[in-house]
């Protein structure tokens, strides 16, 4: 059956699959001490810009959530974020595990504005009783959000201002960054990330990974024993090289910013259908993933042949589902679906 | 350079890189929820004679260590465990992050003996104070131990007996176990240990996998909702079926007993020759590792020819090492290791 | 100058320092395990008509409610509270910091509603992804509310049926619980309570004591070892007399009851004048608290003469502010007061 | 009956209560803001020549160490103890509960030595695997020790140069501070404490007040808002007064001086008499405690009259009891206790 239900149903892209099992003889140092890991580090902080930059490789979104979260806060701050951001809803209380309280604040289209997250600063630091309350001590935001859209190069130079005037972190969640990157809309390079994050991750589960993702620290002094607390929070991957020789090989020939690209542009072509179909889109993004509401009956009907997934209700008889393609995605999917509609 | 300073310096064994590239085509459900995991889990239960056990797949050692503390402790309870053990000291804090102390008793050969945990407690409910200090709550040991020794079935059983008396949960950390199962010596099968313990864990990350683990909590009613607690533990993988297919080839055709066999064999070889030789063995080990006393000297030109590692200073001049074996280990390898000595 | 800014401005009521004071020479066991303390918990065991009770004297409200909510949950659990509760925002983020989420949910006059926590949980089980998010695990009331509001003894068993309904244990912080027992409108005793909740305190510190909360566990089973976890919480007080003390003569001649009714009448009366006088009350409390509206500019020259509390911004120019009596507010005070207005 | 067994058996110092009670009529602003307490803390820090330092009143040691190791540790880190430190076994676990591990070292009369410190840190960084192990990050002390011993001032000059030396804070419990300080033996003031340490405490509870001790943090800088990470920790006492009133009477006139040499003096006439009467004291302290050894049926009969607290067994048949003197203790009470042996 046709599947567009998310960008994690396979396991990894071939190229990475083949390099793994190419180093099936080899040795390597553990703990991610190995050369390999050592060469994707150095290329990624070519690539951002950050010659100093701490880069880690962990294991998914939401330990990486957790642990950048947990370093970067101190004990009596929070996390501004979305009420739709991960952290704030789908990671089963993660932060809160780690002792930090999320602080929600309303978004549009999933992104948080630098007025939304000034205007949160400014009532806190005004309220009389702000000393008995959860100091705001970073801002988290997706890019793209869950909700597909972007933010602007501009938009993340407004928040860094917010957040230098409040003494605020930065940090971005790159879980879908490819689709990021990939998208035509998008200014946002690695390098614009690293400038203006105090934390980002690049996201290889969703973006063609077996599993991993990067942490990306630009300035490392502000992240003292990394290492130590990675293992601490039981993230520390005994053969790291599995980690090290996927990154290698996404950042290899362009392989990451091709796999976005691809994806995005199917997404587009199904958007665009679907548009001219007539099928109200009531979320717009610009990456990898596809908003339409169908009315019940038609939903129940369609899931005969393809696996979507379920986004909100939009009334008592219609739902929105989410259509999201990947690095595996092809044309003769693309046909599939949309011989559906 | 030959290398037998660990059994985790290789990918992971050529069949498990060949299911997964085998399977790069496929779509599966996310989080562990696929076909596959679900064929690898009740395969895990039939070895095990434990039809209802709670199976979950976890992505490393530490990691596993911590969430089965954290589940199976109660907030005011501690850890019984040797201090050799691998949450004493090689965790960095892991058990303390999750508000647990580690309660060090000594060891025989990194064991524990039921008598010196039946002490540990009656010390512990005699003193007046004892409700001022932290209760014991489980105890934790290693199959084989850090120092590569087995407990036999009658000592686990003993054990057993010790924590029904003290209401005590008793866990097993099954890092190298398929090094316990394929040691002649060993006279404990997994079914013993779901028999006896309250939860423990079969190694994949040192037994061939490219990394995993395989939680066993024979009554899952003692852990509800852990599904959401490995979730909040940053512990999930989205890409689930990656460690479902490593643990369902490793249960096919005897494989992980097999890779046990063929590297203790070697060990023993090893152990032989060494000894036939005059080596001095500090610790005599029956399962994959050996450990040797050299000169510094004698060390420092051997490192030229082979990686092994350090274990521990005997005296000013004197090193223990540790030589491990592993699923990859060769008679060449062997051959080759034995004429430096 | 005359302050009614809250209920915690003076030391204790002069029958509590007068009994500290006569037991001075007096030497006691440690840690609450001495007589007065033991005849003080029989007493609450009697009044709350719980026989088997667990009585714990503790420090303040917040650490009351932490350590309550860390029992009563487990790791996987959250707290649903009003957006207005006490643990949501103004206790420095303590329920976090023990690793539980707070699930605020919207309240009527500070009060939570059967209907809403039983749609709360029905929406949470109905979500296909609810075990990635935090489980509702407890609901916290406060009585009398933030807002000084009473729930009803249908109201609470209305909430307790919902909780029997989804497994939720019902928690009520009684900071103020003096004055909702004093109220003309209540009609829910402490029996109701021990009756109907998992855990409830009895407020000290704002009820006429130096300081101390009396937690209520109705059954003591749900909570073993719960002395060793106060002094886990760092909230175990050495001399634990001072407070057995001062309970015992809160509970005595009906001591706490007068506290109650005597600043709940005077509240009354300052409402009533107030009302009479014209004075916009945007929140009606039936307690001990009082809150009005005034423009800033009558804010400011009333504060030359009397300390109130601010409460919220009414608009641009215009106050909401808090008018609170207490154990030791005199008929000559409230006169005073009333001639300002 | 004599009492005999601690140092916290009556509710405190008449002069404290006193105060209390003469302070009954007035109001005072809440969570430690008001006027007393800003004297007290005022008139500690110029005792303690260190007039930048932030001073906190809190209510117990246990918790006041809690929170200090947690606010100054990185949370890689764990606090070096004495095996026989409050922290490490008779808190309950309340580090860990804060994620702590404690680090164990072996003392000499309850007291650490710089040399055993450096050499601890030597061989953590000596060892290839620490990383993967818990960071030392500060050294917990207390003066006096759980023995009743002194550091000197040179000593603790000597731990100072070792904390610095491997980047350790230095944190002194001074729950029984008063006792050292009215040690003939102590050179330690006020103001050396302030000049070695990041922080340490002056202890309330156990030397005449009802409850509460001050933390002292000569540098504040190092621990931004504690003020909410103290109400965090449900630490915060509303009333907070109530421990600046006694704080403030403790320091005036000399009385928290002259209780420790009350105590003292009648401590070593104690001492004195029973080394006369040729009791064995296995271990000798210069402070209020006297450890004697006497056989257990000695021990029987001397507990029908007075009561002293257990230590530990000497063998099978012989114990070691604490007798403690303290600011209530006095001539007759003394001759009383001799007179029994």
Chains 1, 2, 3, 4 share one sequence.
């Not at 201002?161 to 969640?173: A, G, I, N, Q």
């Not at 990974?209 to 039981?234: M, N, R, S, W, Y």
């Amino acid at each position: 059956m046709l599947d567009f239900s998310s960008d994690y149903t396979r396991l990894a892209h071939p190229r990475l699959l083949e390099t793994l099992t190419g180093a099936r003889g080899a040795q390597f140092l553990p703990y991610g001490t190995d050369a390999v890991s050592d060469a994707a580090k150095a290329h990624i902080r070519t690539i951002c810009h950050a010659p100093n930059a701490g880069v880690h490789f962990l294991l998914g979104g939401t330990q990486t959530n957790q642990l950048a979260i947990d370093v970067l806060l101190r004990s009596f701050e929070g996390v501004i974020a979305a009420d739709t951001g991960h952290v704030s809803a789908h990671e089963a209380g993660a932060i809160e595990h780690g002792g930090h309280k999320v602080l929600t604040i309303p978004h549009q289209r999933g992104k948080l504005t630098a007025d939304t997250v000034a205007r949160y600063c400014e009532t806190f630091y005004a309220d009389g009783n702000h000393t008995h309350m959860v100091f705001p001590g970073m801002v988290y935001l997706s890019q793209p959000t869950e909700y597909g859209t972007l933010y602007s190069r501009d938009e993340l130079h407004a928040l860094r201002k917010v957040c230098d005037r409040f003494s605020l972190r930065l940090y971005v969640d790159g879980a879908r960054l490819a689709y990021a990157l990939g998208a035509k809309e998008n200014d946002v390079s690695l390098a614009d990330l690293a400038a203006v994050c105090d934390a980002f991750y690049i996201g290889g589960t969703k973006c063609g990974a077996l599993f991993g993702e990067a942490l990306v620290v630009p300035d490392p002094a502000i992240t003292p024993q990394l290492f130590t607390v990675i293992k601490q929070h039981g993230a520390l991957l005994a053969k790291g090289a599995a980690l090290g020789i996927q990154f290698d090989a996404l950042f290899q020939d362009g392989l990451y910013l091709s796999i976005g690209q691809n994806a995005v542009a199917l997404a587009s072509q199904i958007r665009r259908a679907l548009t001219e179909k007539g099928y109200k889109q009531p979320l717009v993004s610009e990456t990898n993933q596809i908003f339409i509401e169908l009315s019940d009956t038609r939903l129940l009907s369609l899931q005969q042949q393809v696996r979507v997934s379920f986004w909100e209700k939009a009334d008592d008889s219609h739902t929105v589902v989410r259509i999201a393609t990947d690095w595996a995605t092809t044309q003769q999917d693309v046909d599939a679906l949309l011989a559906l509609f």
